[in-house]
């Protein structure tokens, strides 16, 4: 059932730009509107939604992350993201106008159910975005989203983030369309993009796995890897640290790039191996620059660069040891292309190191208890 992939997460991370197109799949009409047929959300509640709180935890919690860059800058309403074990014991402030999304591939998430219990019961709406048909968190939920990534064997998951990425993009779309924040033209172009992902990652996944494979021998010893990022490139950083600390148990942090300054560069020491999330160079993209220089920093401390970046980007070439390209995109549909090199890297890392990627030790595939 590996379908000739010797592991399954092998397997899984190749099913990456069919998760991303099969969630696509029957969401824009010829007139250009977005359609969420199966969310008996009333239309009107939906208008009148006046914050966003995505509870997820893990790998869910990081596209929630990513989606909140999306969505506010589609929307305009506020996003937060919570980790549902924080959520559920803090208070929170919950009203009929808040939209409670609940994200999570197993859709049995203990943490993420106990949540969603609490939103519904101080009145707020919740909709979930769930991998498994008839889940718990989906049946509990008022809505769901369901994400088409199939099922997920691997431990670590690798799809169902893409697929969760797509999903609440589409959920924004769907949102900016009933509140008229965007132009109906500019919805229908950023689908086309959200379209085009699954061709830009199979290239990922045709050009880039020998330099991804070589880099994991060279680094398979290190004893620790920072990975840093901004904007959508942070959470794309944070989740690319937490594959390498699940498969290959390699001591990792992500933080934010900015704040590298603010005492993380404490840590920076010759040969200390860092991966940064380089946005798009074009239209003289601010968040480029001030990326590029967090390299310079720590490169001049004699740390050993590992960087995403764009196809031709002069500048990352000048200072990075080794390059995982990606194709040309938007900042906004980045993630689901950069996170792909970050999980052939965490895969190849476990391998070199000896270990069963699809079962890492200590961790459980759905975690039923709180
Ligand atoms: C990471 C991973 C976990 C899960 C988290 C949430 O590879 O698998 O961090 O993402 O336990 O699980 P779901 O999405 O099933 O609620």
Request: aromatic share 8%.
């Amino acid at each position: 059932e590996k379908g000739g992939w010797d592991s399954f997460m092998d397997k899984e991370i190749h099913e990456d730009p069919a998760a991303v197109q099969r969630t696509l799949i029957g969401r824009m009409s010829d007139d250009g509107t977005i359609h969420l047929d199966e969310v008996h959300i009333d239309e009107h509640e939906l208008k009148a939604v006046d914050k966003i709180i995505v509870v997820a935890c893990g790998t869910a919690s990081y596209a929630g992350m990513v989606a909140k860059y999306a969505i506010e800058h589609w929307v305009r309403v506020p996003v937060e993201v919570e980790l549902a074990h924080e959520f559920r014991y803090r208070d929170p402030i919950l009203t009929p106008r808040t939209l409670v999304v609940a994200i999570s591939q197993s859709g049995e998430t203990m943490d993420t159910l106990m949540a969603l219990r609490h939103a519904r019961e101080q009145g707020s709406k919740v909709l979930a975005i769930c991998n498994t048909q008839g889940a718990s968190i989906a049946r509990e939920s008022d809505a769901v989203l369901y994400t088409h990534a199939g099922p997920e064997v691997a431990v670590a998951s690798t799809k169902a983030f893409v697929a969760q990425i797509t999903a609440a993009y589409i959920l924004g779309l769907y949102l900016a369309q009933l509140k008229g924040t965007v132009f109906r033209d500019e919805i229908r172009n950023t689908f086309d993009q959200l379209q085009a992902m699954p061709r830009k990652i199979q290239w990922v996944l045709d050009t880039q796995p020998s330099t991804i494979e070589q880099a994991a021998v060279q680094l398979a010893d290190a004893r620790s890897f920072l990975f840093l990022g901004r904007h959508v490139g942070y959470p794309v950083a944070m989740e690319g640290a937490l594959k390498l600390k699940e498969i290959a148990y390699t001591f990792t942090e992500g933080f934010a790039a900015g704040e590298l300054k603010h005492g993380p560069i404490a840590l920076v020491d010759e040969g200390e191996p860092i991966v940064f999330i380089v946005p798009p160079a074009r239209g003289r993209n601010v968040l480029h620059a001030k990326v590029l220089s967090g390299i310079e920093e720590v490169k001049a401390r004699g740390a050993y660069i590992i960087a995403v970046a764009e196809v031709g980007d002069k500048d990352v070439e000048r200072y990075a040891d080794v390059i995982f390209w990606r194709p040309e995109c938007p900042t906004l549909m980045s993630p689901l292309v950069d996170v792909v090199p970050l999980q052939l890297f965490a895969m190849d890392m476990a391998k070199q190191k000896g270990y069963d990627v699809d079962k890492p030790r200590n961790l459980a595939k759905s975690v039923t208890v709180e």
